[in-house]
């Protein structure tokens, strides 16, 4: 068994299905003990993203002759061009019949609402009373929002959905499709190579483990915000991530059978934190947390004065060296200041800040319990994230941080010495980069961040 874990790494190469085992005998033994043996002839799946939902209406320019699809029937083909889709309400109440309501066989017929399709010139192109599908088209979407730019497409099959009363988009690509476009969303294309094939492995896995549960009743697997993955789109032109997306194509992480929860964050400060902690009830041993470093001594960072000593200090750990200065910063907030924001979290009066201090840590000195003592009394507030958003507008950037007490000129002040960024669950990005650096090879990396868990190539 052992021989198969990702955490016993052979250097210089590996056979083509499974990683890191010299013989292709093994390999085959290894698939039978370790994993589900992966179905031979396994293709690579579909994903479905919902790109917005709530919408009343969409414009969007087709890059390429796009066909279209009625309710789920063919209607021909679309050129390239400009088009707008919008929800149209009936003219008149009761467009619907008396049995068609009756029956609720069909509540949007029932509603009468229907999806419209215009062409640049504001004709009508199309109808359908529950979605307009376009395939192949890759739509560029016109409009506003940040995440709709000109040098991303949307590939496979667009969906245009009445859901809900309202309209939801849904773009349905191919997984290795999927994972280009999140690998430029979430990483900096300009990472070393390995760190970018641990990403794409990461981002896989994460896809498959996440789309039967994240949205369960949506007409999406996957939303296309932080809560999944970033995504907005695949590149138009060719991209650093694509070799790492290539050299990486169908590979997954496992853990007992299943493909793990591979997540990651920006910079864990120096040492990961356990999903156990973070998430209450997740208890996944392959995220437990680890020292982001080669040494052997893990520090106790539970503990008060131990983890003063770290965040103050510069640990020659992995992520060290963050580009985006996430590893150690610094934030201040007057006693007043958070006197104000308890008040407003809590809906109540708490009278004066006399005190910050930190209850419960992870394993990587993260907050998750808070206890500000006033002159009215002791208010605990629990929830990295909660902690997070009380103690700084915007949000820290993590909550692992010591607290120093100062009196300032205004008043009494608390200064906050912290380090990472994000959750610190999983792969370290910034760690990553670092290790592809120092001449570590992906399947090292990830070995790194997913103790015990295995690499086996699926389609
Ligand atoms: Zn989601
Ligand atoms: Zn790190």
Known sequence: MATCRVGTPLRGGGPSRVYFLPVAGIALLALAQCAPAPRSGEREPLISVGLVTGAQSSSFRLTKPATLLLDGEAAGSLSEGTYRIRLEKPLHRGTASREEISSGRNASTASGLRLVLLDERGRKAGEAQQAISLRNGDLVFLGRSGRRRQDRVYPGRVDFLLWRGQMAIVNRLPLEEYVRGVLLAEISPKSPQEALRAQAIAVRSMALSQRRQAHAGAPFEL?????????????????????????????VLYSGGTVIQALYSANCGGHTESAARAWRGSRLDYLRGVLDGPQDVDPDLTKERILEQWVLGKPDVFCKDSPRGHFRWTRVIKASVLKTRLERMLGRTVGDVLELAVLRRGVSGRAFRIQITTTEGNFQVDGELRIR?????????????????????????????GAGFGHGVGLCQDGAAAMAKRGYRYWEILAHYYPGTRLLQIY
């Open 223 to 251: 939303c296309a915000d932080w809560h999944c993955q970033v995504y907005a789109g695949v590149p138009v032109d060719k991209s650093p991530v694509d070799e790492a997306v290539k050299t990486t194509r169908g590979m």
């Open 389 to 417: 958003h009380l103690l700084a507008q915007p949000a820290l950037p993590s909550s692992c941080f010591a607290v120093e007490v100062r009196e300032g000129g205004a008043g009494r002040e608390f200064v906050l010495h």
